[in-house]
């Protein structure tokens, strides 16, 4: 794993100095429910290495951005999202001041449930 950013706190949620209500785990990525749901089902998906956003991937991270893309689904279920094509769910990666991203390391918004969510 690559050098946690000491002023991240993501980075800081990953190293377990702040805490977080945990979804899923391995040696690549976190998963865990955001803070301040916009949404019945809100987690968040992020790698363990600190990439500042979207703007910042390479070739080299194909295969864990491919790996979270498709567990994304599978946590959506779990965690409550009814099935497709009545129910579903929503992805939204932020990503710059422009994109509306205020943390600065990569992170995959999965949101869902069984309600209209807001236009976020
Ligand atoms: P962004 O606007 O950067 O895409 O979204 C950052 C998200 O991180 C927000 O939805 C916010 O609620 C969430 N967030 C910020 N700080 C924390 C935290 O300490 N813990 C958790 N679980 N979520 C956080
Ligand atoms: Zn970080």
């Not at 790996?67 to 946590?75: I, S």
Request: charge should be neutral; include cysteine; glycine fraction near 8%.
């Amino acid at each position: 794993m690559s050098t946690p950013d000491p002023t991240c706190i993501f980075c800081k949620i990953v190293e377990g100095k702040i805490p977080s209500r945990k979804v899923y785990e391995d040696d690549e990525m976190l998963v865990f429910h955001d803070i301040n749901p916009w949404a019945p089902v809100h987690f968040l998906m992020i790698p363990k290495q600190h990439i500042a956003s979207m703007a910042q991937v390479n070739d080299s991270h194909q295969a864990l951005l491919g790996r979270m893309m498709t567990l994304a689904p599978k946590l959506a279920m779990q965690e409550g999202c009814r099935p497709y094509p009545e129910g579903g769910f929503r992805i939204a990666i932020n990503t710059g001041a422009d994109g509306r991203q205020e943390v600065h390391h990569l992170h995959i918004h999965v949101f869902g449930g069984p309600r209209p969510w807001a236009k976020g």
